[in-house]
């Protein structure tokens, strides 16, 4: 069967590219823009035929599905040939549920956060336990430099994500899978330009959490007052468990310490859960809200009885995910990261997290807002708040900002004129980026975009 694919340069797409090669479909793609690390080395690996957008490509390959990336409009050249040619569309998330998932369980990771890592680190454990996942990642994971894997075990993971699946289909997107089970890691206020209040959010929540069977585990994150707002007020068939640091769940983090030693992070986790009372495992990743992510596939691998002796060492092993909290370059003096964090809260989370680790003398962050969510105003005042953990701050201005409404879109130079006011120093990304690796302070320098800021990294590769 001959799929062709319009995006596939996103990072999901080029990981649906992945699993349809391996389970024997001919795959062809498409995209506009440039390709950019992660999802281009992915797709080199692939080695799948990537064209620029004609319907001339749609008529040579005749393909018998397209699969459409959700950024693409109706107006779309391609797929304006392929209704001519009475080729059927799909959607990423449909395509997976009727070709690959439909003899699977499928296990969901969702929330406004950590969903990357949750889904990275259960899946990692699973094909470390023999159980032979297929997955699909947001990221790309460091032990395999891949973000996907076609398996023949009976489970399947994949990362849930609320936004609209296409032009064509506004159906959230981690509603297709039907999942089996699922963790739910936090939620706030996001996606802005398709979500117009927390309400409408919480709404496509309780329809993902009702489609959970009773043979299923719903697992949520406890600190959460929406989370547990939508569990108490949804008709539930599957059993939950709880996580998190407060009281009344069931898995209890009592301590997370991160130290930075011989260049990389070992993080110490305390954790009290319903099979033993103090509990004691270890990650490389930073952070408290690692913790937290490991302590939520812990959950869900309790409550479907797929815990084995051996995970403690599964955990340690784990490398991480590309682009969170990736370590760049790393000396006594200088540590530089690059970060997926956008949303004001995870900049926030990540800054306290890692200079907390580190513990530098200076902090340097690189942002972009890139995300529909980001440019907007309505988070103008938190991301003050959150860039103001940095000493010294440069903001990019993202492309396509001036498409959204001006009173309706962020001002960054109202950001950078309100950070300075509190002292610190803000540029915008007008100049190269000079970063001497013989500095006499220690430095923490944090790459935060949802895109790989591939020009800002390689100036300072070059200094």
């Not at 470390?128 to 430099?145: C, I, R």
């Not at 513990?359 to 708040?385: A, W």
Request: proline share 5%.
């Amino acid at each position: 069967m001959k799929v062709y694919m319009i995006g596939i340069g996103g990072i999901g797409m080029s990981g649906v590219a992945g699993i349809l090669k391996e389970s024997g479909f001919e795959v062809y793609g498409s995209e506009k823009g440039n390709l950019y690390p992660p999802s281009s080395e992915v797709l080199k690996k692939l080695n799948v035929p990537i064209y620029k957008p004609d319907p001339e490509n749609i008529r040579k390959i005749k393909p018998n599905a397209v699969i459409v990336g959700n950024i693409t409009k109706k107006d779309d050249q391609e797929v304006v040939a392929s209704k001519e040619l009475g080729i059927p569309l799909y959607s990423f998330p449909s395509f997976l549920n009727k070709f690959v998932f439909k003899d699977k369980k499928v296990l969901v990771c969702a929330g406004t956060h950590g969903k990357t890592t949750v889904t990275a680190l259960l899946s990692y454990t699973l094909e470390a336990l023999n159980l032979d996942p297929t997955y699909l990642v947001g990221g790309v994971l460091k032990h395999s430099e891949l973000n996907f894997r076609k398996g023949n075990g009976v489970f399947s993971v994949v990362e849930g994500d609320e936004y609209p699946a296409s032009f064509f289909d506004k159906e959230a997107k981690f509603l297709y899978y039907q999942p089996f089970s699922l963790i739910l890691t936090n939620l706030e206020y996001d996606h802005a330009d398709v979500y117009q209040n927390m309400e409408s959010l919480k709404k496509v929540f309780k329809k993902l959490i009702s489609l959970i069977p009773k043979e299923g585990v719903v697992v949520y994150n406890h600190d959460d007052e929406n989370l547990r707002e939508i569990i108490e007020n949804t008709s539930l068939k599957a059993k939950t468990v709880s996580y998190g640091k407060t009281p009344g769940a069931d898995f209890i983090l009592l301590k997370s310490e991160t130290t930075f030693k011989n260049l990389s992070f070992f993080n110490s986790v305390i954790a009290e859960t319903p099979f033993k009372k103090t509990l004691k495992f270890s990650l490389v990743l930073p952070g408290e809200y690692n913790a937290l992510n490991a302590l939520s596939v812990l959950a869900l691998l309790y409550g479907l009885d797929l815990l084995k002796e051996n995970w403690e060492k599964v955990f340690e092993t784990f490398l991480g995910v590309k682009r969170r909290q990736e370590i760049l370059y790393a000396n006594e003096k200088l540590v530089i990261i690059d970060d997926f964090a956008h949303h004001p809260t995870a900049v926030k989370i990540t800054l306290e997290e890692l200079k907390k680790a580190v513990k530098p003398q200076r902090t340097v962050t690189i942002f972009e807002p890139r995300t529909n969510s980001s440019k907007r105003k309505i988070f103008q005042e938190d991301y003050v708040k959150s860039l103001s953990l940095a000493d010294e701050i440069y903001l990019k201005i993202p492309p396509g900002l001036e498409s959204i409404p001006e009173k309706e879109r962020i001002d960054l130079h109202y950001v950078s004129q309100t950070l300075k006011n509190m002292g610190k120093e803000v540029y915008f990304l007008e100049r190269n980026l000079n970063f001497n690796k013989n500095i006499s302070e220690k430095t923490l320098v944090v790459f935060m975009s949802s895109v790989y800021l591939e020009k800002e990294i390689e100036n300072w590769r070059k200094n």
